[in-house]
């Protein structure tokens, strides 16, 4: 398949659904960007599994024995494959993700515009590098655009909340 959008409508999600259980409180700022991600990424995406199961699909997120699941399922929510990704490989970058993102959060309030763009273009960076670090992994497994998985890494942050 090509890494392009899927006109059948066949290679993308249609329903995604993060495990809650493993997230405690977010904040505002959080919470936006999950709604943002989830919403954009449900507008457009692109996601096939490499496996011979057409789409549309629904996605099952959750982080379990420090394992990313994606639990693929059909649209009547059955489950075709389960796709696990050890977490280890995204921990430095998560967590320089959330220090420059707490940066650009307090900056916005204060800060002069231009250092509000230095640290936005340093959190976008971190933000494709996991982008990229993802579609990595998931390679031979799950085909996936770069703004689909910059929406997914969006998500993976958020499961790594934790109280």
Excluded at 103 to 115: D, E, M, Q, V
Aim: negative net charge; proline residues 4%; glycine residues 6%.
């Amino acid at each position: 398949m090509s890494g392009g959008q899927d006109n059948s409508g066949t290679s993308r999600l249609v329903n995604i659904n993060l495990d809650e259980r493993t997230v405690v409180r977010r904040s505002a700022d959080v919470e936006h960007e999950r709604a943002v991600a989830m919403f954009d990424l449900l507008e457009e995406n692109h996601f096939a599994l490499a496996s011979d199961h057409p789409g549309p699909y629904c996605l099952h997120l959750s982080v379990q024995d420090n394992r990313l699941l994606f639990d693929v399922r059909n649209e009547a929510d059955q489950p075709i494959e389960t796709v696990a990704l050890p977490l280890a490989p995204f921990r430095r970058i998560v967590k320089d993700y959330f220090t420059v993102c707490e940066s650009y959060f307090g900056a916005i309030k204060t800060a002069s515009p231009s250092k509000i763009e230095a640290i936005d273009m340093g959190r976008r960076g971190l933000h494709n590098e996991g982008s990229e670090i993802l579609r990595e992994r998931l390679n031979g497994r799950v085909e996936l655009d770069f703004d689909t998985a910059r929406r997914l890494f969006t998500l993976l942050c958020v499961l790594h909340i934790r109280g």
